[in-house]
């Protein structure tokens, strides 16, 4: 992929960024819950560069990138994950993916649509309309991925990611994703939270109601906390856990980098080029245009291939 510099060439503001987007891992009440606290700044910003987004599509996309952040605290060696949604809203859908290594990439299915919103429809639970949410593991040990589709309820990604892990994998669990812009309409904090209830265990009822009391705590604007807020003011996302849940005796155990990272190269485009049939490459050839654009739209990363380059495949 080739990423737009939102640095301007500072190598120093590159590798500060860089340090902060970071996803840590721990577990509450002595293993019943298990989480992930993520902040993902950079990742956000560097993704709307690269989509060219607007305020609107960036807090949406923002989401979902930062809830496959969260969901990369449970994959391991080679596993991926991904989540599809698509509706009959204004935004028609969107796909993001996440592997174990921390890399996320993703695209709306309609990337301009606030261009045609009106001032009544700029609730984003309005955006999305009737649809499905589709969750698909690519587990390494597994033979066949593993996918769980429901259908959408809330018009909030965070709470139908909820939602699919109670009805899919009766799972509990519960997201916080924050985007916040700053006066200039700039992403100055970007993260999440992720609870979820241990797998095989049977966490005391009294434990996941306390757990729930805290993160809506945390979400309600009542309380005047925002996450993305506080990741502006640069609170370190491991304090957050460590103040927010400290009742629960909340014990960290790790964390990994989180990047805006698309696997696409010019060698990969190639080959999708040079798999078509004879004649359509012999068209392209003989018809152009040239050069030849190609667009990845995981990253909206652009390739060009000449005619020789064409040429070349076909001989």
Partial sequence: MIKKDIFQGNLKEQLKASSKDKLHRFILSDGMIRGAVVNCTRMVNEMRANHELGPIETLLLGQAYIAASLLTANLKGRDRISVHIECSGHVKGLDVESNAFGEVRGYLKNPTFSTNLSGSERNISSLFGAGFLTVTKYLEDAKTPYSGKIML????IAEDLANYF???????????????FDKQGNVDGAGGLFLQSMPGESADSNVLAEAEEIMQLITSAETGFSLGAALANNIEPDYIVLEKFDRMTPLLLGNHRVEFFCRCNPKTMR????????????DIV?????????RCHHC???????????????S
């Fill in 153 to 156: 309820e809330y018009g909030s």
């Fill in 166 to 180: 109670v009805q899919s994998e009766q799972t509990p669990t519960a997201f916080t994703l924050s985007v916040h």
């Fill in 271 to 282: 080959g999708y080029i040079s798999r078509l049939p004879q004649n359509e490459l012999v």
């Fill in 286 to 294: 003989q018809n152009g245009p040239f050069p030849l654009e190609i």
């Fill in 300 to 314: 909206n990363t652009f390739y060009h291939f000449t005619q020789s380059d064409i040429q070349k495949m076909i």
